[in-house]
């Protein structure tokens, strides 16, 4: 009987280590995967565009002010139906920072709001001082957070 129940032991910890193989594969795989965005970085201020119907009204975004960190402060740009943070270098905002994840975040246009999601980052983005759990809207004066960046919706 006890060298069954060693039998028994050894392919539960085998099991064990092969789902744990399996997780380490899936979170490099999310770390690994591309997205690209089109926005595009620059020093001055968001230029105007036409304004799209938005349940928003005039609080509607029309961009964003990088904050933090200090390298990338007073740097505007446009919203654009698909905006990613991270550390990846096709990410639209593109850091080398620690606390970023390679994706961490993205600003998705949806029916004329803006959506801001989280994408399953290690150590979070936040929304006016609070961490996300879910996606949820961006209306101008709102800060977002994501590692050391900090920027404003305009």
């Given at each position: 009987m006890p060298e069954q129940l060693l039998n028994l032991l050894k392919i539960c910890l085998l099991v064990l280590l092969?789902?744990?193989?399996?997780?380490?594969?899936?979170?490099?795989?999310?770390?690994?995967?591309?997205?690209?965005?089109?926005a595009v970085v620059t020093g001055g201020e968001p230029k105007r565009f036409s304004r799209r119907r938005s349940t928003g009204g005039t609080r509607a975004p029309q961009g964003l002010r990088v904050l933090e960190p200090a390298d990338w402060a007073g740097r505007a740009m446009q919203m654009a139906p698909h905006i990613t943070i991270g550390r990846d270098p096709g990410s639209t905002l593109p850091l080398t920072d620690n606390y970023l994840s390679h994706q961490h975040a993205r600003i998705v246009e949806r029916d004329g709001d803006y959506l801001l999601e989280d994408l399953g980052s290690t150590n979070g983005t936040y929304l006016n001082g609070k961490r996300m759990s879910a996606p949820a809207p961006l209306r101008r004066g709102d800060r977002v957070q994501a590692g050391n960046l900090v920027v404003e919706v305009t």
């Open positions: 092969y789902l744990f193989f399996l997780r380490v594969l899936r979170a490099v795989w999310a770390e690994v995967s591309v997205t690209n965005g089109s």
